[in-house]
């Protein structure tokens, strides 16, 4: 296996260990030869320091996505990373200073580090659909779906998975519609708070 395939599948690994939601998904996905990779539309990882996280997967051929840019939020920041065949990578940390001071980031990154992905969004067709199939299951979303039916992105986090009693990982289902590979600062500042408790 190539190092950046072993990497993602290493990093993939460890969080289906972490979060029950998304190994439900990836054993039923690979019962019918899927598999859980092809559906990964991005996933997260929190940090301290975007730039310095970053220089792991740069190494590997990912590059900045300019065309999206700094994504800033009230009290944090993001960039989102490509490599052609692989997720997206979206790294995100708190603002220096008192703009930083209530986000959620610094202490998730205290509790479990920044070598582990916060979360995972699987691409689905339809959320709503994809909701009722993982209750039906014994999961439960944080939240109310963000996004209108039809727009550009609607997105939901399942309930987090705690580890030493804090929120540790979340499954992402997401629903694109229209081309649209981005990610909208509005809609990704509710789902951080959804998670908030």
């Known amino acids: 296996m190539a190092p ?33 990779m092809p559906l990964v539309d991005h996933c997260t990882l929190r940090t301290l320091d975007v730039d310095a996280r970053s220089k792991q997967f740069i190494d590997y051929g990912f590059h900045y996505d300019e065309k999206i840019g700094v994504l800033e939020f009230d009290d944090w920041w993001a960039k989102v990373f490509r490599k052609p065949g692989y997720p997206a990578l979206f790294i995100d940390q708190a603002f220096d200073g008192d703009r930083g001071r209530d986000s959620l980031i610094p202490d998730w990154v205290k509790a479990h580090g920044d070598q582990c992905f916060h979360h995972i969004a699987i691409l689905v067709e339809d959320v709503d659909a994809a909701i009722v199939s993982i209750k039906q299951r014994g999961f439960d979303v944080a939240g109310k779906v963000v996004g209108d039916p039809g727009s550009d992105l609607r997105q939901v986090f399942t309930q987090p998975e705690k580890k030493d009693g804090t929120v540790y990982t979340v499954l992402e289902l997401i629903e694109r519609h229209h081309g649209y590979a981005g990610f909208l600062p509005p809609q990704a500042d509710g789902l951080m708070e959804s998670t908030r408790h």
């Open 4 to 36: 950046l395939d072993q990497l993602m599948a290493d990093y993939i690994g460890k969080f289906l260990e972490s979060n029950r939601a998304a190994a439900d998904f990836a054993d039923h996905l690979n019962r019918c030869g899927t598999g859980l």
